[in-house]
């Protein structure tokens, strides 16, 4: 568990974060978004006691960093992918870390299994693609075993393959029941990977949903398209859902998502040809959000200049 109280960081003229407090919880996936700039790694550093906050505190598992005595094994973090020496190999990069902080040999073998660069743990870092050095940072983070994992903008640059692979990772660290916070600026990067969302913009929380919230907030209605569009209607209508006519085989149906409509549909042997939710997309949303953010920050510069 994470939590975040009353955070405010300013360095010198800007106010980076300002009154942030959020709460983190295991079990589960979380996306910290927000636009370039907004706070998400000042925050992200203040939580491993790099930085210092101006005011407020951040505390994992009930304690700040700076007072937690074995670190890596209770919080592990992949701020930089290209943190390990190009020169080195995985496995000597892993051991020197395990060394320094009294974590046993066996785990270094571990975590190269777990994140599937056992094959290649003799190889120098150097010659490691971008997917290879993410993996190899989760290793680093992995090594003490720690219930709380902290990644600043994991995704960012990996193919197709290597965000299916951090997904799924990140998924089973959840389902072990550890606490994942994950940074990125991109809401497409989010939808699909975190089950919670905290959107930061400016330094100030915006958001703190999960993502099935944010969805049912925001997917307003259902185009849907049946050559039995007046039966489907009634259908639905009896369910109370409320139905506005289109064309003689398509209308759009409100209070009802499109899986209830399949499902009614398959019950009444009705065939649809288009069912298409409709609204705004989770991206669109986050853009207003954190555009009105933006806003309101460049409005106060002007009232304090
Ligand atoms: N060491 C520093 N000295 C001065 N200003 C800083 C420092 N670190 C961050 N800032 C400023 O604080 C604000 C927040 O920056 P931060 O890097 O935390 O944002 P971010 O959300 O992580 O952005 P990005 O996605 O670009 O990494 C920005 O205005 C940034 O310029």
Known sequence: MILVRKLTKRYGQTLALDNLSFEV???????????????????????????????????????????????????GAVLDANAAHPGRSAVHHLACLARSNRIGRARVRAVLDQVGLADVAHKRVG?????????????????GDPAVVLLDEPINGLDATGIRWIRSALRTLAAEGRTVLLSSHLMSEMALTVDD????????????????????RFERDVLVRSPRAADLAAV????????????????????????????????AAIPV????????TLEDVYLQMTGEAV??????RTAQS
């Open 127 to 143: 010659g490691f693609s971008l997917g290879m050095r993410q993996r190899l940072g989760i290793a680093a983070a992995l090594l």
């Open 236 to 267: 639905l209508t009896g369910l109370g859902a409320s139905v506005t006519a289109v064309e003689t085989d398509t209308f759009v149906a409100a209070g009802v998502d499109a899986p209830a409509i399949a499902a009614a549909a398959a019950a």
């Open 25 to 75: 919880r295991p079990g589960a996936v979380t996306g910290f978004l927000g636009p370039n700039g907004a706070g998400k790694s000042t925050a992200l550093r203040i939580i491993l006691g790099l930085h210092h906050p101006t005011s407020g505190e951040a505390l994992i598992g009930g304690r700040r960093y700076d007072r937690i005595r074995h670190p890596m094994r209770e919080v």
């Open 197 to 216: 969302v905290l959107i930061i913009g400016r330094g100030r929380l915006l958001a703190e949903t999960s993502m099935t919230e944010m969805r049912d």
């Open 295 to 300: 806003e309101y920050r460049s409005t106060e």
């Open 273 to 280: 040809h288009g069912l298409t939710s409709r609204g705004a």
